[in-house]
């Protein structure tokens, strides 16, 4: 039998142009006056995919969220879900579940009973309430709360139990709303974890709104990328990362450095662009014309900061002087000062306990990276 770990990772059905889409949000406008929040957005999300919708506050992100509970109709547009336009079910009568950021627990019940609220109202046998309930405190580790009320906890206690009742009932699709913004960091990362092996083990889908992005990049398998009620690219975490499709999306995922210039030359499946610090020499299969602007992407980790000129003839390279420094722990982040004026983001992995003669402030150094470690920039 394969592991949760080797499912996870053959599962890729936006790939097979034979897998139907589980969801399917199809030309959906909603407008709320004169205010445009979702703008005629196509989407294709897949049965068992942990999906995630990311952006800024205002992007639109939980407008589409609570359009597919039910609780917002489109202005115009359908939205399929297993074959079926849902668009005339009441919330209710949905196969999904919502988790609220506002929490929505019953102050005068137990935790237990929060969670057990609509399993009990669906008929199903105390044994199995008992079982599932314990599971779920399980989760969310808060065995020892399961007789506390809702005003007896922390805030974060307290979305832990709301995610525990939204799952317990196992729908088909799982909405969640910023779900774990109220739990500490480790917490955090821990809950993470759990929810992606519980989303395999139970075959569910999840869609997440969230604006945290080491979030969406944990735990989904393809993530939307939204601004201004559009979704700028579908993809997933590693090619969001490594392949941004604008410059929107580069900035916004990470830290990263852009150089900016004119296309120098072009040959085949590379270019050249000319700057004020750097000519990069970089790959490309896009068209681009002599003379043209163009904007080169690289991210701090594949930059290489060394006192000495690289020796190796293909790789791009300037000299500049260390401005700032940042020791993370894991990692150390200078920030180095072209002749330009441009400051790079540098970021170096601690792998060594000891660091012997570490570059210091005010230094000259070289910054270098290879053709291949950034992607050249659409807009």
Known sequence: MKSLGNIRRAFTPWTDPNEKPFITFRNVTK????FTAVDDLTLNIYNR???A?????GCGKSTLLRMLAGFERPTSGEIILDGQDIAAIPP??????????????FPHMTVESNIAFGL?????????IAARVAQMLKLVKLEQFAKRKPQQLSGGQRQRVALARSLAKR???LLLDEPLGALDKKLREETQFELMDLQQELGLTFV??????EEAMTMADRIAVMSHGKVIQVATPAEIYEAPNSRFVADFIGDVNILEGKVKSVGTGRIEIAGDDFTVRALSDA?????????FAIRPEKLKVSRSAPTDPTVNAAEGEVWDIGYLGDMTVLRIKLPSGKVLKTSMLNAQREVENPIGYDEKVWVSFAETAGVILRD
């Open 31 to 34: 407008k709320f006056g004169d």
């Open 49 to 51: 995919e942990f999906f």
């Open 53 to 57: 919708l990311l952006g800024a506050s």
């Open 92 to 105: 209710y009568k949905r196969p999904v579940n919502m988790m609220f950021q506002s929490y929505a627990l």
């Open 120 to 128: 009990r109202q669906d008929g199903m046998p105390k044994p199995e």
């Open 171 to 173: 729908p088909k699709v």
């Open 208 to 213: 997440v709104v969230t604006h945290d992005q």
């Open 287 to 295: 068209a681009h014309s002599p003379g043209a602007n163009a904007a």
